[in-house]
């Protein structure tokens, strides 16, 4: 799981236009992804639940 210094070197390198590895992309989607998931179900734990839609990075990133 990428630190916070590295998710900052994945954006510095994007928005530098430098090639990234999809290994990079996928770790860095899959962090955050994982942080705003934890967030949201902290906030919301009396909330009912809904089923998630399963995404495949394989498929987004080619």
């Given at each position: 799981m990428p630190t916070a210094?590295?998710?900052n070197d994945l954006r510095r390198?994007?928005?530098a236009d430098e090639d990234v590895s999809?290994?990079?992309?996928?770790?860095?989607i899959e962090t955050l992804t994982g942080e705003r998931i934890a967030?949201?179900?902290a906030?919301?734990?009396?909330?009912t639940?809904?089923?998630s839609v399963k995404?495949?990075?394989?498929d987004?990133?080619?």
């Open positions: 210094d590295q998710l390198k994007i928005l999809q290994d990079e992309l996928r770790s860095a967030a949201h179900a906030a919301n734990k009396k909330a639940k809904t089923p995404v495949d990075l394989d987004l990133l080619g």
